[in-house]
Every structure is written in structure tokens, then in C-alpha cells.
């Protein structure tokens, strides 16, 4: 099956286009001031119009108030919003009967301890997103560049959807399809020349990475 793409933190036209045309399925706009990938939703609204109905839109959030998520929702109007803080399981519900959209729980994980606390999300998120741990002295939650022992994932139980993120770039998605069942993966630093820069070629290295280990897998 050819799992879903999400290039996150995109903050250009030119990236976002690449991105599309490479065949990203989901694009990701960060809402934390603290990350370098921090957009306006003014400005990620402009960015994400040309592109609706291609891919898409997920909006990135880290225990955001509800009015910053009315900003958000009522400006960038995204087809899902990821929840990547300390949101409860209530927290999730709110949100979605709020504005009426499927939520994406993100989850920090170091080893397979840490996949039993989806344990309280399950039939709440519609979807889970699995990201290393962030290193000590590190403010983001996510898009530092690290990743986790993929084997653990194959402890998770099969009906588990999930993105995989941390990490990923050109010389290791392979290894993160070969051994996880991750139906979708997120990049966010692995195809950066600079925190919050995406670089096009590394964009294009990237998807050409994912064609030649799906061709090997075939």
C-alpha cells in the first residue's frame, strides 16, 4: 500500500508546490512561536489556498487555546488538526466537536512503554503520529532531527493507524518502511538545508528515496 507523505513546517510557495507535485498527500503548517517552522495563519492561509484539494492541510498545534485554534480554523480552514502537546483524551473530544474536523494525536516515544499511553486515545484521535522524544535542552516538541528504535512499532497492535516521524530523511525512510507498518511518514527537518528552510532537492531526494524502496519492496 502506498502510505501518505505529510512535508511539514512548509513555509514557501516553492516548497509546497514541490512537495505536491512530488506527491505529498498532507501539508503541515507549525503554530508554535518557539519552532522555526512557525507560521502567521494569515499567511499559511495564503500559502495553502492554491494547493487546496491536492493535498491535505494539517494544522500543527501544541496545547493551543481555543482561540487561537478559532484563528486558525477560521483562517487556514484545514482538513485536519494535528494535536502535538499534552492534550487529554477530553481535550481531543472538545476540539473536534468544536469545529467538526478529525484530530491526529502526536505521541513522543523512546521505547515501547511509551506506545501504551495512545492506550486512553484509542476510538478518540482518528489518527496517531509517532515522533522521537525531543533531546534535552530542545523547547520542540517536534522537528529535531532525531529518531526512535523502529522496531518497537511492531508491538503496536495492527488496527494502529499512525504517521512516522522523527528523523526521516533520504537514507533511512527506506528502513522506516521496511520495518514499520507506518501507513503514512512526516518529514520535517530531513529535507531542510537549515531549520525551517526546505530545500527543494532535498524534497526531491526524499520521494526519490521512498520510489526506489517501494520498487525494492514491490
Keep these: 500500500m502506498k502510505p501518505d507523505i505529510k512535508i511539514c513546517g512548509l513555509k514557501t510557495q516553492e516548497a509546497i508546490e514541490r512537495a505536491i ?22 499567511v499559511a492561509a495564503e500559502l495553502a489556498e492554491p494547493v487546496r484539494g491536492r493535498a491535505r492541510i494539517v494544522a500543527v498545534t501544541v496545547d493551543a487555546s481555543d482561540e487561537d485554534l478559532d484563528d486558525i480554523v477560521h483562517l487556514l480552514k484545514p482538513d485536519i488538526l494535528q494535536m502535538h502537546g499534552s492534550e487529554t483524551p477530553e481535550r481531543v473530544l472538545q476540539v473536534k466537536a468544536l469545529y467538526g ?9 523512546r521505547d515501547a512503554s511509551d506506545l501504551d499511553r495512545i492506550d486512553p486515545y484509542l476510538g478518540v ?77 532535498m524534497i526531491d531526494a526524499f520521494f526519490d528515496a521512498i520510489a526506489e524502496a517501494r520498487s525494492v519492496g514491490a
Design 125 to 201: 484521535a482518528d489518527r496517531f503520529l509517532f515522533d522521537a522524544k525531543a533531546p534535552a535542552g530542545s523547547e520542540l516538541p517536534g522537528g529535531n532531527g532525531v529518531s526512535f528504535d523502529w522496531k518497537i512499532m511492531a508491538s503496536l497492535d495492527e488496527s494502529v493507524d499512525y504517521m512516522l516521524s522523527g528523523g526521516l530523511n533520504k537514507d533511512n525512510v527506506g528502513l522506516a518502511l521496511a520495518s514499520t507498518r507506518a501507513r503514512g511518514l512526516d518529514v520535517s527537518s530531513g529535507v531542510e538545508s537549515a531549520p525551517g528552510v526546505k530545500d527543494t532537492a
Design 21 to 42: 507535485t512530488r506527491g505529498a498527500t498532507h501539508v503541515g503548517f507549525i503554530f508554535f512561536p518557539k519552532s522555526p517552522r512557525h507560521i502567521d495563519p494569515e
Design 101 to 109: 474536523l478529525p484530530v491526529m494525536k502526536a505521541f513522543s516515544v
